[in-house]
């Protein structure tokens, strides 16, 4: 799976959009953009996937750049129990050969203040 | 509601004591995983499961042992604990490998 890239914190105002940016520029053409989150010592929790057109769910939208090489997850109006660790990882479509296995990296610290 | 659920979710116990976790899936999803996260460390998998009676080891499994008797079931079984399995455990269950996953609510598991 190709390696991500992400900022270690970023802070949001409450009401606000976040903007969570990933960088994927091995990203090859069959493999996929998701997004987990997890919130403190919580079970990590899947936000929403892409492949190359951008996606919208009921939690988040996610913005796919037309070259593949980088993403943006979008929160539209933060809430204090958004406060997480956003990780931005790349799979091979379902069936691949990685065995299922999931690497988060570091992350990125989100943190939604009053 | 669909969810995975794990048990318990708290465990202190001595070195040596067979312990068992057990994990449960409701979706009727083919893969499931179990992951150990320790600070710095990350996310590892220790072992998973493509199907009923398909096991295999993940990037940890020393000193950790599964079974996938049924398709809703996948309990991590610590033979003969060590400390150095004190960690936060989480079970996951996908459809099939590489969609998303839905983990339990983590075990955080201490050994004296």
């Known amino acids: 799976d190709a390696k991500t890239t992400q900022p270690t914190s970023m802070d949001c105002a409450e009401g606000r959009a976040a903007n969570l940016p990933c960088n994927h520029s091995?990203?090859?053409?069959?493999?996929?953009v998701y997004w987990y989150r997890q919130i403190h010592s919580q079970g990590p929790q899947y936000i929403i996937h892409g492949l190359k057109n951008n996606e919208t769910n009921e939690m988040a939208s996610l913005i796919i750049t037309e070259d593949r090489k980088s993403s943006t997850l979008i929160l539209p109006h933060a809430t204090l129990r958004d406060t997480a660790v956003y990780y931005c990882i790349v799979r091979v479509a379902a069936g691949g050969t990685s065995y299922g296995k999931l690497t988060f990296g570091q992350g990125t610290i989100l943190t939604v203040h009053p | 509601e669909a969810q995975v659920t794990q048990n318990p979710r708290y465990l202190i116990t001595v070195t040596g004591k067979k312990l068992t976790v057990t994990c449960s899936q409701n979706?009727?999803?083919?893969?499931m995983s179990w992951y150990r996260q320790d600070p710095g460390l990350g996310l590892r998998q220790i072992y998973y499961s493509m199907n009923v009676e398909v096991t295999d080891k993940g990037d940890v499994p020393e000193g950790y042992k599964v079974s996938r008797k049924e398709k809703r079931n996948f309990p991590l079984i610590l033979e003969s604990p060590s400390p150095n399995q004190t960690s936060l455990y989480f079970c996951?269950?996908?459809?099939?490998?590489?969609?998303?996953?839905?983990f339990g609510q983590g075990t955080r598991l201490t050994v004296v």
């Open positions: 091995t990203i090859s053409g069959n493999e996929y």
């Open positions: 996951a269950s996908s459809f099939v490998q590489n969609t998303e996953a839905f």
């Open positions: 979706m009727n999803h083919e893969y």
